[in-house]
């Protein structure tokens, strides 16, 4: 059973911009907690921004400034502004619903979607 479905990806050059959109399925939407991962060829997806249902946001370092994670819980869609995107940038980019546990680290829930690549050249 499909959960998540990533779209938005695409080619782009450095400095341009892309917005990442998921569709969010068969979950209660307004009550999870979200974030993007992304994956670069070789190396461990990394989770690279978390919106609460409080909207608190947290980003990666690399990304904080350039990238903004935003939500629409009548649309069951969560999504990644990307701003003067970088080579480094380049990967496939994955969403999925978390758990936060005491220590404050999140869990991603549900089986991963098929990803959305981001290819960015310079």
């Known amino acids: 059973q499909v959960h998540l479905v990533e779209f938005g990806g695409g080619k782009v050059h450095s400095g341009e911009s892309l917005k990442l959109s998921c569709e969010v399925y068969?979950?209660?939407?307004?009550?999870?907690?979200l974030g993007w991962y992304r994956q670069a060829p070789g190396k461990p997806r990394e989770l690279v921004a978390t919106?609460?249902?409080?909207?608190?946001?947290t980003y990666i370092d690399s990304v904080k400034g350039r990238f903004t994670m935003s939500r629409d819980n009548a649309k069951n869609t969560m999504y990644l502004q990307m701003t003067s995107l970088k080579p480094e940038d380049s990967a496939v980019y994955y969403c999925?619903?978390?758990?936060?546990?005491?220590?404050?680290?999140?869990?991603?829930?549900?089986?991963w979607g098929q990803g959305t690549q981001v290819a960015v050249s310079s």
């Open positions: 999925n619903t978390l758990v936060q546990d005491r220590s404050g680290d999140f869990t991603p829930l549900l089986s």
């Open positions: 068969e979950v209660i939407f307004h009550v999870q907690d």
């Open positions: 919106l609460t249902t409080t909207g608190r946001t």
